[in-house]
């Protein structure tokens, strides 16, 4: 009956979607369909016998045969149906008493399925075939007749009846209300497609551990159909909704996680391995689970915003990762472990400052991240590089060294330090000693204005600024373009 119901279709528009490298050529249309009766389902409710149901029903018909009269005259867009070759009036001359009966026989199908063990499957399916029984009108002539004055009488009924459990009624308030929503909504293909390729666009594809699936990926389509089968045993196509192709894609990047850590482990480079899994797969691992948890209670949109920013966040990561592993961090000092280390430094504030190697230092621990971050800095290097050496005064950030009488020792320090000044009066003096060297470079790091403040205060009170081994290392997040620096 509902393919019966349908008079003509009518062609809107030639569109284009793009995901990936496909491009989706489509006809959007809509269409004219009739309105149609539908049939009640039986209960232990029967509205037959229901003098409140059947007086409802009555004065339902009164008010909207005044309605009907008025048709298509009752507003401007319904009015626009006059220039139809299609339309005829007298299609609709039951439609109050139509409307009437889907009214009454959707609150006695609420009332008599709401104790079912399947009652939301139950209800919103007879919901979906009440309002599909309404018909269509084409985009831009108004919604379907008499479909807001249904579910303004259906909601009223059930919020008049203390006898409809509190959460069938949220259930059923929050599916009219849905429905109103979804006539809002964009083009689902377009829709789809934008989701697959902002997806698309986070994955790193070039990266040597994925660049074997890109084009599987970017040739696949977003577009898939889901079939639902009703309880009555019809069954119907559609495409799958954004929160659908959300969780496929979950999912997907889930398993491709899972990929890149192997790979990075396959590497067997020790460094890369060892701040991979104390710094970002741990990081990531925690996000995931805290957004899991909140998948239920963020609006849908801000989910996606959410999930989008937790995987650009960590694929930008294992970029920054795989630009350290392949640079080529040989000697250019072989035989000075004092210039070879300022070298190595100034690298490290250019990779930090200019690169935003900056993104890999965990804010919450920002001082063993920066440390392990250095490290990889000297992974090609013919000097014996050692960390958190103890000489019997206390650990030592680093300390590079080629035999016993060429050593430099290498301290890090945050200016959050509370201790920050007592520091670089005494501590490296005493390092210095311990390791019988005269050279020392100490490492300052600020991370916003504030830090940056008490710093450069700090040094001016000791007169150490323009010294050649202190270096100052700027890891706010927010730098000025290149274009808006000044010379």
Same mark, same amino acid.
């Given at each position: 009956?509902?393919?019966?119901?349908?008079?003509?279709?009518?062609?809107?528009?030639?569109?284009?979607?793009?995901?990936?490298?496909?491009?989706? @050529?489509?006809?959007?249309?809509? !269409? !004219?369909?009739?309105?149609?009766?539908?049939?009640?389902?039986?209960?232990?409710?029967?509205?037959?016998?229901?003098?409140?149901?059947?007086?409802?029903?009555?004065?339902? /018909?009164?008010?909207?045969?005044?309605?009907?009269?008025?048709?298509?005259?009752?507003? #401007?867009?319904? %009015?626009?149906?006059?220039? *139809?070759?299609?339309?005829?009036?007298?299609?609709?001359?039951?439609?109050?008493?139509?409307?009437?009966?889907?009214?009454?026989?959707?609150?006695?199908?609420?009332?008599?399925?709401?104790?079912?063990?399947?009652?939301?499957?139950? +209800?919103?399916?007879?919901?979906?075939?009440?309002?599909?029984?309404?018909?269509?009108?084409?985009?831009?002539?108004?919604?379907?007749?008499?479909?807001?004055?249904?579910? =303004?009488?259906? $909601?009223?009924?059930?919020?008049?009846? #203390?006898?409809?459990?509190?959460?069938?009624?949220?259930?059923?308030?929050?599916?009219?209300?849905?429905?109103?929503?979804?006539?809002?909504?964009?083009?689902?293909?377009?829709?789809?497609?934008?989701?697959?390729?902002?997806?698309?666009?986070?994955?790193?594809?070039?990266?040597?551990?994925?660049?074997?699936?890109?084009?599987?990926? $970017?040739?696949?389509?977003?577009?898939?159909? $889901?079939?639902?089968?009703?309880?009555?045993?019809?069954?119907?196509?559609?495409?799958?909704?954004?929160?659908?192709?959300?969780?496929?894609?979950?999912?997907?990047?889930?398993?491709?996680?899972?990929? /890149?850590?192997? %790979?990075?482990?396959?590497?067997?480079? #020790?460094?890369?391995?060892?701040?991979?899994?104390?710094?970002?797969?741990?990081?990531?691992?925690?996000?995931?689970?805290?957004?899991?948890?909140?998948?239920?209670?963020?609006?849908?949109?801000?989910?996606?915003?959410?999930?989008?920013?937790?995987?650009?966040?960590?694929?930008?990561?294992?970029?920054?990762?795989?630009?350290?592993?392949?640079?080529?961090?040989?000697?250019?000092?072989?035989?000075?472990?004092?210039?070879?280390? *300022?070298?190595?430094?100034?690298?490290?504030?250019?990779?930090?400052?200019?690169?935003?190697?900056? +993104?890999? +230092?965990?804010?919450?621990?920002?001082?063993?991240?920066?440390?392990?971050?250095?490290?990889?800095?000297? $992974?090609?290097?013919?000097?014996?590089?050692?960390?958190?050496?103890?000489?019997?005064?206390? @650990?030592?950030?680093?300390?590079? =060294?080629?035999?016993?009488?060429?050593?430099?020792?290498?301290?890090?320090?945050?200016?959050?330090? =509370?201790?920050? %000044?007592?520091?670089?009066?005494?501590?490296?003096? /005493?390092?210095?000693?311990?390791?019988?060297?005269?050279? =020392?470079?100490?490492?300052?790091?600020?991370?916003?204005?504030?830090?940056?403040?008490?710093?450069?205060?700090?040094?001016?009170?000791?007169?150490?600024?323009?010294?050649?081994?202190?270096?100052? +290392?700027?890891?706010?997040?927010?730098?000025?373009?290149?274009?808006?620096?000044?010379?």
């Amino acid at each position: 009956m509902v393919k019966d119901n349908i008079k003509a279709l009518y062609f809107v528009d030639c569109l284009t979607a793009k995901a990936g490298d496909r491009t989706y @050529p489509y006809g959007k249309c809509t !269409y !004219y369909a009739l309105p149609y009766p539908i049939d009640p389902t039986i209960g232990e409710h029967d509205y037959r016998k229901c003098d409140s149901c059947k007086n409802t029903h009555k004065t339902i /018909v009164e008010l909207l045969k005044k309605k009907v009269k008025k048709f298509p005259n009752c507003c #401007e867009a319904h %009015k626009k149906l006059l220039s *139809l070759k299609d339309f005829h009036k007298a299609d609709f001359k039951d439609a109050a008493k139509q409307c009437a009966d889907k009214v009454i026989f959707t609150y006695q199908h609420i009332i008599n399925k709401q104790s079912s063990p399947i009652w939301q499957i139950e +209800i919103s399916e007879y919901i979906d075939k009440a309002i599909e029984s309404f018909g269509q009108f084409p985009d831009g002539y108004g919604i379907p007749f008499l479909f807001d004055n249904y579910i =303004s009488y259906v $909601r009223q009924l059930i919020n008049d009846n #203390e006898g409809v459990k509190p959460e069938v009624k949220d259930y059923v308030i929050k599916k009219f209300d849905d429905l109103f929503l979804k006539k809002e909504e964009k083009d689902p293909i377009a829709d789809l497609c934008k989701i697959y390729d902002d997806w698309l666009n986070i994955i790193p594809f070039n990266l040597p551990f994925l660049r074997s699936v890109r084009d599987d990926f $970017r040739n696949r389509s977003p577009l898939m159909v $889901r079939v639902d089968k009703n309880s009555n045993n019809t069954h119907q196509q559609r495409l799958i909704s954004n929160e659908q192709l959300l969780d496929l894609l979950n999912n997907i990047t889930k398993n491709l996680l899972i990929k /890149v850590g192997e %790979k990075i482990v396959e590497l067997q480079d #020790e460094e890369i391995n060892s701040f991979y899994k104390d710094f970002i797969g741990q990081e990531l691992l925690f996000n995931n689970k805290l957004l899991d948890k909140k998948y239920n209670e963020y609006p849908y949109t801000l989910f996606i915003k959410k999930w989008m920013e937790n995987q650009e966040n960590y694929f930008n990561k294992i970029n920054k990762l795989n630009e350290i592993r392949i640079i080529n961090t040989e000697d250019t000092y072989p035989n000075d472990s004092y210039k070879e280390s *300022l070298q190595r430094i100034n690298d490290f504030k250019r990779y930090i400052e200019c690169n935003d190697v900056g +993104i890999l +230092i965990d804010p919450h621990r920002k001082e063993p991240c920066l440390q392990k971050l250095f490290k990889l800095i000297w $992974r090609k290097t013919g000097f014996d590089f050692n960390a958190e050496v103890n000489n019997g005064r206390g @650990p030592l950030d680093f300390k590079v =060294s080629k035999g016993n009488a060429d050593k430099t020792i290498i301290e890090f320090k945050l200016a959050s330090n =509370s201790k920050l %000044k007592q520091n670089l009066q005494n501590q490296v003096d /005493v390092y210095k000693k311990a390791n019988n060297t005269n050279k =020392s470079i100490t490492v300052l790091f600020f991370f916003n204005e504030k830090e940056r403040n008490k710093l450069e205060r700090v040094l001016r009170e000791l007169q150490i600024k323009k010294q050649e081994n202190i270096e100052i +290392i700027d890891c706010t997040k927010q730098k000025p373009s290149a274009s808006n620096v000044k010379g």
